[in-house]
């Protein structure tokens, strides 16, 4: 099956910063999502970018299908960032790669 | 946005008893719906995809008999644990897609089991 691989595995940044998650994945994809995990382990969609380059406020995400990954840049971090953000690819149901755990201190 | 709820949220059972999840998509009809288990600090692994009206594709390792999953119109499905025990504790989530293969997913808030 496809593979799916996030990096880095745990980040810890100061109130402020700026960060850079990234997700590869093995194959080619008809979808792929990035999600916030919440301490309540609900799945927050954050993108839904097969392609292309989206923005939502402070979050931006770029996804290059021809070269298989996809960034999730979080800018001016605040603490209620912190959690687990997850990268999702769907050649034929959405495969989960192992997630970032980010910490952002005050 | 497209909602999805889950019910319960959490549930404590005794070994050997079976225990039923429900999956809703609130404003949308979904036409397939997931269903994922999460360990603690793992991933999500998917365990079976459903259509309504059809059987569910379980993933390889997921044994059909114990997890039994009912598909019964577009905004529900269900997932049932049968004669649970301790090993299937875990984070029970369910996520419904609106449109056809690479549709965006939208995923309920989870169901923890625990099974003493």
């Known amino acids: 099956g496809i593979q799916v691989e996030q990096s880095p595995p745990d980040l810890i940044l100061q109130e402020g910063a700026n960060s850079t998650l990234r997700c590869n994945f093995s194959?080619?994809?008809?979808?792929l999502q990035w999600f916030h995990q919440n301490p309540w382990g609900q799945l927050i969609n954050l993108f839904y970018i097969p392609s292309g380059t989206k923005q939502n406020g402070r979050l931006s995400a770029t996804t290059v299908a021809t070269e298989r990954y996809s960034l999730l840049y979080i800018s001016s971090s605040q603490t209620t960032d912190s959690g687990v953000y997850f990268c999702?690819?769907?050649?034929?149901?959405?495969?989960f790669g192992s997630g970032t755990r980010l910490q952002v201190q005050p | 946005g497209a909602v999805v709820s889950q019910h319960p949220s959490r549930v404590i059972c005794k070994s050997g008893t079976s225990v039923k999840i429900e999956c809703r998509s609130l404003?949308?009809?979904?036409?397939?719906m997931f269903w994922y288990r999460q360990f603690p600090k793992q991933s999500l692994m998917l365990m079976a995809t459903?259509?309504?009206?059809?059987?569910?594709?379980?993933e390889q390792g997921v044994e059909k008999d114990k997890f039994l999953i009912n598909h019964a119109s577009l905004t529900l499905s269900t997932l049932t644990v049968t004669s649970a025990h301790p090993e299937d504790s875990s984070f029970y989530i369910c996520?419904?897609?609106?449109?056809?293969?690479?549709?965006?997913?939208?995923f309920g808030p989870g169901t923890r089991l625990t099974v003493t």
């Open positions: 459903s259509n309504e009206g059809s059987k569910a594709t379980y």
């Open positions: 996520s419904a897609r609106i449109e056809g293969l690479g549709g965006e997913q939208y």
């Open positions: 194959d080619s994809v008809n979808n």
């Open positions: 999702a690819v769907e050649p034929r149901a959405l495969t």
């Open positions: 404003d949308f009809q979904a036409t397939t």
